[in-house]
């Protein structure tokens, strides 16, 4: 059995895409680790994720993600509010950040917990723009305040690494990882 230890109804379709059949249990724990690494950071919170869905399905194969946003030195997650949201973009915007998703996988009693970073360029854009953008309901649940494969689509010019990993989860990392 497959256990997704998330709430994110992105990584659920992403796991969907590697046709494997698995639950879902969004674990509820404390998000705020006093880590200024920002890979050691997101894999603790995965790794607290991950265990404590283990807990609960000790015999299963876990899969538990944590992502955030990298742009120069500070950690962005998921926005408060809209002013927040607004903050947010207009940081990144006109620049380059990375985004790193950590990922927790038991088998049983073995656990790894491992890491994709991905880099990505964002076009400039007018206070308008991102103002538009904050007022849909896309940036709230989202780390760094935007989904690639929204409605800010438009606005990201390239990118350097795996796409999906951007949206949560690096499923060629997972996929790989699950056939060991």
């Known amino acids: 059995m497959i256990v997704l230890g998330s709430s994110s109804p992105r990584r659920k379709e992403l796991l969907a895409m ?20 920002p890979i050691a950071l997101s894999e603790k919170t995965a790794l ?4 404590a869905v283990s807990l ?3 015999n299963a ?6 992502t955030i946003v990298l742009i120069e030195n500070e950690i962005l997650g998921k926005p408060k509010n ?28 073995n656990y ?9 360029w964002v076009s400039s854009m007018t206070d308008k723009e991102i103002e538009d953008y904050v007022s849909t309901k896309e940036p709230y649940d989202k780390a760094g305040g ?4 929204g409605l800010f689509a438009k606005y990201v010019e390239r990118i ?21």
């Open 18 to 37: 590697l046709g494997l059949e698995f639950i879902v249990y969004s674990p509820n724990i404390d998000e705020n680790f006093n880590l200024k690494d």
């Open 48 to 51: 607290e994720k991950g265990k």
């Open 56 to 58: 609960v399905y000790p």
């Open 61 to 66: 194969t876990v899969i538990a993600a944590d």
């Open 82 to 109: 809209k002013e927040d949201a607004f903050k947010m973009i207009k940081e990144i915007q006109g620049k380059v950040h990375y985004v790193i998703t950590s990922v927790y996988l038991s088998k049983g009693l």
């Open 112 to 120: 790894k917990v491992f890491s994709e970073k991905t880099k990505v």
């Open 146 to 149: 935007y989904a690639i494969q």
């Open 160 to 180: 350097d690494g795996d796409f999906y990993n951007v949206m949560g989860l690096p499923l060629n990392r997972v996929y790989n990882e699950l056939k060991k």
